[in-house]
């Protein structure tokens, strides 16, 4: 495993997020309180209880423009956008109370409200395929309660598990192509990550950590180029990682040195956005390669970042 130190910022890097870690020297912009829809770099959905309630909402790839677009009294959270960036789809729980979550597809805008799942099965990891035509996502599947990844159209049709294994099979990420579908699953006792067809077909492990990079990899996230996936991992979810598509040269971009909410490509793969802090959490970009460390959002509550693509 090759873990680079080229860091510009530093060779770890905490950040001030009121969870008693060392400050360290970023770029930074001013909180703006224009409201608005910037599309110009690419447009950044996420999680944040910005107005006293978790909303999804969007803004440009500077932090400007913040739209709430649910502005509903449930928690609404982990948008993922649409390929041709006109939908979103997200999980909420307006229908079954506190403890369960559906997920609902809407326009980019807000409008066009659509309830995909009944209430009375436990979902997570919405994401859209890249041609905005099937959604890929997890279910808790009983009696065991392990989860496994489930494939439905956008319209919530065509209902399939694409991965029925003993283990759980959670994470997925689309390639940019849609042709495959990597994912974490700890089928083999440990958490590694894996790569399959759309269809669930020649499921391969990409990953042969053992643990050594820590009990969790989260977040997956593959670049728009096709070429790269990018993951957080560690105990603490701390580090950020990028590996090639077929598991070679494995990179640790930078030590964060507090945990990751979230992570996604910007459209030119040029740049990561993350979401930083586990008591309190922003969201931050950077370059790829682990410089430019930028912040976003400066409310404390931001997290699960998803980026136009």
């Given at each position: ?40 770099d ?14 999804v909402?969007?803004?440009a ?21 649409a ?12 229908d ?35 041609n ?18 489930f ?10 598990n ?15 192509d ?10 083999s006792?440990?958490n ?41 991992a ?5 580090s ?44 931050y ?25």
């Open positions: 495993m090759n873990r680079t130190a080229a860091l510009s910022v530093a060779a770890t890097v905490a950040i001030a997020c009121q969870d008693g870690l060392a400050p360290t020297t970023i770029a930074t912009r001013s909180p703006s309180a224009g409201y608005g829809h910037s599309n110009t690419g447009t950044i959905a996420f999680r944040t209880s910005l107005e006293g309630n978790d909303d909402w969007i803004m790839a500077d932090g400007t423009s913040l739209t709430n677009l649910t502005r509903h009294p449930a928690f609404d959270g982990a948008p993922d956008w390929g041709n960036g006109k939908q979103l789809v997200f999980l909420t729980n307006r079954g109370g506190s403890g369960v979550l559906d997920i609902y597809r809407m326009n980019a805008d807000g409008t066009g409200l659509t309830r995909l799942t009944p209430t009375s099965e436990i979902v997570r990891g919405p994401r859209f395929s890249p905005g035509k099937q959604i890929v996502f997890e279910r808790a599947v009983f009696p065991s309660a392990q989860f496994e990844l494939i439905m159209n956008a319209d919530g049709t065509g209902e399939s694409i991965t029925n294994n003993a283990g759980d099979d959670i994470l997925a990420t689309w390639s940019p849609g042709k495959q579908i990597a994912f974490v699953s700890n089928r006792g440990v590694e990550i894996y790569v399959m067809n759309a269809d669930g077909s020649d499921a391969t492990q990409l990953t042969h950590l053992n643990g050594s990079l820590g009990i969790l990899l989260a977040y997956l996230a593959w670049a728009p180029g096709g070429k790269q996936i990018a993951f957080a560690t105990d603490a979810q701390q950020l990682f990028v590996m090639n598509a077929d598991a070679t040269g494995l990179t640790e971009v930078i030590d964060f040195g507090t945990t990751i909410t979230g992570i996604d490509w910007s459209p030119n793969g040029k740049q990561i956005v993350v979401a930083l802090g586990l008591t309190t959490s922003d969201i970009k950077l370059n790829a390669d682990g410089t430019g460390l930028t912040r976003l959002t400066f409310n404390g509550t931001s997290a699960e970042p998803s980026w136009t693509r």
